[in-house]
């Protein structure tokens, strides 16, 4: 469903009725705060759009296209996010915590100081990503790309295996990772971690907490 004359903030909305109507509602409104917890906004288009201090807790958001949005401090606890553009977006202190972001693209975003514990990121594109400060507490991170991301301080206790993709990942980061093989997981740490990271052509030393 197209948006005819409604604001930029909205460029294509939800098949659900009342998530669509939310969305009306919010988009008429000068400098409003997006409610739409626990929403179906599969497939919504609200790139660019100023989503700041939203609340998206629980909202369905697959395939949704959130590029270019500003997302700071919003509230995104076990939303679903699979397969969702997120490229370019602003996610400092966002709270992702619970939340899926399979398949996602997150290329270019910004998730200083965001909180992503017990994340589904398998196969999401992170490549050139900004992850200082944030904290990947349990995230997975299976065949995900974080080719040229940048990490500062950035709690990386994460679940890697071989298809996970750090290539120019650089800065520093605290441990441990898990990492999965076919004798099953490993948990590495310290010297062990970094040497995993920079013989897959990272450049990342890891701290000592």
């Not at 098949?15 to 109507?21: G, I, N, S, T």
């Not at 200082?132 to 299976?142: F, I, N, P, Q, R």
């Not at 065949?143 to 950035?154: F, N, P, Q």
Request: hydrophobic share 45%.
């Amino acid at each position: 469903m197209t948006c005819g004359d409604l604001d930029d903030k909205v460029k294509l909305l939800p098949a659900d009725p009342e998530a669509a109507a939310v969305l009306k509602g919010w988009a008429a409104q000068e400098d409003a705060l997006l409610d739409v917890a626990g929403l179906d906004l599969t497939g919504v288009d609200i790139s660019g759009a100023d989503l700041a201090n939203g609340l998206l807790t629980e909202t369905v958001l697959r395939k949704a296209n959130l590029s270019g949005c500003d997302l700071y401090r919003a509230h995104l606890e076990g939303a679903v996010l699979a397969e969702a553009d997120l490229s370019d977006a602003g996610l400092v202190k966002a709270v992702l915590d619970g939340a899926s972001l399979a398949g996602a693209n997150l290329d270019g975003a910004d998730l200083g100081s965001a909180e992503l514990w017990g994340v589904d990121a398998s196969g999401a594109s992170l490549r050139g990503s900004k992850l200082e400060g944030a904290a990947l507490l349990e995230t997975k991170l299976y065949g995900a790309d974080l080719s040229h991301a940048t990490v500062r301080e950035t709690s990386f206790k994460v679940l890697l295996d071989d298809r996970s993709i750090v290539e120019g990942l650089t800065g520093t980061v605290f441990g441990p990772a898990r990492v999965a093989g076919a004798d099953g997981a490993r948990e590495i740490s310290g010297r062990d971690l970094e040497v995993w990271l920079n013989e897959r052509g990272a450049r990342v030393e890891v701290l000592t907490p």
